[in-house]
T-cell receptor
């Protein structure tokens, strides 16, 4: 079964550093998403991306965050100047159509120290 | 956004027992999915079920969209079923709204 692949599985970074989280969506999918889950809390939407542009973003997704599809296979989330409260599990997801099911990746656990 | 409530918040079962998890949502939706988050934090898709009933092995799910709820049934539970079960819904396709989850512990 096709998978969404995320790397790295765990990243530790110092406060103030920039991190890039990487995702390889399912190859024929067109819609891409990032979500995050702070430990012990529910999963929250960050951003959706279609046709090389952001289609929707949440209040969490401020100027500190950016997304990019640098080539035909990767989808990245960049967090500039990380803060302690950015520590969370970050999930990438993709979908073949807007009203169809999502497939989530296994997540990247980001720890900011 | 859409409010999603899941019940019960916590559930402890003896291995072999059956259970029903419930998800209520506050608005009409065009997509609903059930996920299992395992102890390593991975989100595993269980069902894409905007309406109707589906079964996959010991798991089945039913969504009654007109009454804004969905049920996840787990039969003959096993210790590997432990984890958190999330319901997530959307009415735009852009953003899923997740519930707070049901934490299931299956004891041998």
């Amino acid at each position: 079964e096709p998978e969404v692949t995320q790397t790295p599985s765990h990243q530790v970074t110092q406060m103030g550093q920039e991190v890039i989280l990487r995702c390889v969506p399912i190859s024929n999918h067109l819609y891409f998403y990032w979500y995050r889950q702070i430990l012990g809390q529910k999963v929250e939407f960050l951003v959706s991306f279609y046709n090389n542009e952001i289609s929707e973003k949440s209040e969490i997704f401020d100027d500190q965050f950016s997304v990019e599809r640098p080539d035909g296979s990767n989808f990245t989330l960049k967090i500039r100047s990380t803060k302690l409260e950015d520590s969370a599990m970050y999930f990438c997801a993709s979908s073949g159509a807007r009203d169809y099911g999502y497939t989530f990746g296994s997540g990247t656990r980001l720890t900011v120290v | 956004g859409i409010q999603v409530e899941q019940s019960p918040p916590d559930l402890i079962l003896q291995e072999g027992a059956n259970s029903t998890l419930r998800c209520n949502f506050s608005d009409s939706v065009n997509n609903l999915q059930w996920f299992h988050q395992n102890p390593w934090g991975q989100l595993i898709n269980l069902f894409y079920i905007p309406s109707g009933t589906k079964q996959n092995g010991r798991l089945s799910a039913t969504t009654v969209a007109t009454e804004r709820y969905s049920l996840l049934y787990i039969s003959s539970s096993q210790t590997t079923d432990s984890g958190v079960y999330f319901c997530a819904v959307t009415n735009t396709g852009n953003q899923f709204y997740f519930g707070t989850g049901t934490s299931l512990t299956v004891i041998p």
